[in-house]
């Protein structure tokens, strides 16, 4: 066995079952298998499946686990060299397995290999980025906060990201901080020689900026290749609700204090704690009340800390 896919599915079965036909359909010489972890979704979306692909694998967790545990859960039955993560709202558009074994294998320091997302349109999506958290998080405070936004324009993109963007999208390859979790292709004896799993600490969000840490922490590099390409749907697999964005927050902040200590973590959870109330007062000045509705769950997370 050379390639163990392993899919996380939760209450999706249209998504899923096109992922799987288009992994079926552009596949045909490389020897893998699909794993299937489904977060107790209670419907068909097996029985779909197997009409499709009666030799895979599936994993009922029984309850909604999150993303890390689940994807630990396909990988403790997985038998191949590779495992290949790879979210339900991907679609293959060409054969895959093979580029990604050839860059393995001819990479031995590589512990962790993405390729190109692109939208439907075919359009790149970064998929990756060069940023640490702490540069990402504290940036962004900026970036949202109105006196900076008046003054220094800060909500557009700078010509140094651009140039960084324009070199991840056109570069033949490039070694990276982290890869999005959508496609992640890892090595089984890396994985098992030093424990890269996935952190059950996060429930969704910033799990995959923590392996690629991870990963680069053991002795490994993070690359990106652009070639070959996955059409990602980008965000279908996991809707935007009030619990979402609950679990992006808490995330961020769990990474914050993972990687870069107490500290640093209850700093940012501080600032920005005080950029929000700034935002909630000019809004409430302005309108009344808080009209954005991001900026409203915000305050009720905070509320709740």
Request: glycine fraction near 4%; proline fraction near 3%; charged fraction near 25%.
């Amino acid at each position: 066995m050379q390639v163990s896919v392993i899919i996380v599915n939760y209450k999706n079965p249209p998504l899923i079952l096109q992922c799987v036909k288009s992994i079926l359909q552009y596949e045909k010489t490389v020897d893998y298998e699909i794993i299937v972890v489904d977060n107790d979704s209670q419907d068909d979306t097996e029985q779909q499946l197997r009409a499709v692909c009666p030799n895979l694998k599936w994993v009922q967790m029984g309850y909604n686990s999150g993303f890390a545990k689940a994807n630990n859960a396909g990988f403790k039955v997985a038998e191949g060299k590779f495992i290949f993560y790879l979210n339900s709202d991907t679609i293959f558009i060409e054969p895959v397995f093979e580029k990604m074994i050839q860059e393995m294998e001819k990479e031995p320091s590589v512990g962790m290999l993405g390729c190109r997302l692109v939208n439907d349109d075919l359009s790149p999506q970064i998929g990756c980025d060069t940023t640490t958290t702490t540069t990402y998080s504290y940036k962004h405070l900026l970036r949202r906060n109105p006196l900076m936004i008046k003054l220094f324009h800060t909500q557009r993109t700078t010509q140094s990201e651009l140039k960084k963007i324009n070199h991840i999208t056109d570069a033949k390859q490039t070694y990276l901080k982290w890869l999005v979790g959508a496609a992640v292709f890892m090595r089984r004896a890396d994985i098992q020689k030093h424990n890269l799993l996935w952190s059950e600490d996060f429930f969704m969000y910033f799990e995959d900026m923590f392996l690629g840490y991870s990963v680069r922490k053991a002795g490994y590099k993070v690359k990106f290749i652009n070639s070959p390409q996955i059409i990602h749907l980008g965000g279908k697999s996991t809707p935007k609700s009030q619990t979402a964005i609950f679990h992006f927050m808490d995330s961020e902040i769990k990474y914050l204090e993972k990687v870069r200590g107490r500290i640093i973590s209850r700093l940012y959870k501080f600032l920005f704690k005080m950029e929000i109330r700034f935002e909630a007062y000019l809004e409430k000045r302005k309108y009344g009340k808080v009209v954005n509705p991001m900026l409203a769950i915000e305050c009720e997370y905070y509320k709740l800390q």
